[in-house]
């Protein structure tokens, strides 16, 4: 009996490690494509005005790509923020990107800080992009 639920649990076991690297396998698909995807648009968004200083690429159990995005505070007015997200309605990975802007101002804006005219935009896609959007040159990265 005990050997009986012994090569039942092993044979279980077995099978959750297949399902686990089927799924390893989805996610990894998954990424790439997103990461496909930002790469993909990445033109676009140094059309906004934005200049890419750094683009790297990050291998793991996991890929990431990373890119660094400068540009001018006074490039993204509310006015030009509103217009751009009608523009790019259609484009979710673009309107994300302007979204994450137009917040960070935004809430700069209620802080009484000076605007500098630095923008800076870290992108990183992995299973979850994040977005960092900061004003001025932050010294802790």
């Known amino acids: 009996m005990f050997k009986s639920l012994f090569n039942t649990l092993q044979e279980a076991g077995v099978?959750?490690?297949?399902?686990?690297?089927?799924?390893n396998d989805a996610a990894k698909e998954k990424i790439m494509s997103t990461i496909d995807e930002w790469v993909a648009i990445l033109p676009k968004i140094q059309?906004?005005?934005?200049?890419?200083?750094?683009?790297?690429?990050?291998?793991?159990i996991s890929p990431v790509l990373m890119a660094?995005?400068?540009?001018?505070?006074?490039?993204?007015?509310?006015?030009?923020?509103t217009d751009l997200l009608k523009e790019y309605k259609d484009v979710k990975t673009?309107?994300?990107l302007l979204n994450v802007i137009k917040t960070t101002l935004a809430l700069h804006q209620k802080t009484k800080a000076p605007l500098n005219e630095v923008l800076i935009i870290k992108l990183e896609v992995k299973l979850s992009p994040e977005i960092k959007?900061?004003?001025?040159?932050?010294?802790?990265?």
Do not use: N, Q
Request: proline fraction near 4%.
């Open 68 to 81: 660094e995005l400068r540009g001018k505070t006074s490039d993204f007015t509310p006015d030009r923020l």
């Open 47 to 60: 059309a906004l005005g934005l200049e890419m200083t750094s683009f790297g690429v990050s291998m793991s």
């Open 94 to 96: 673009i309107k994300f």
């Open 15 to 23: 099978l959750v490690m297949d399902k686990a690297g089927e799924i």
């Open 133 to 141: 959007v900061y004003i001025g040159k932050p010294e802790l990265l």
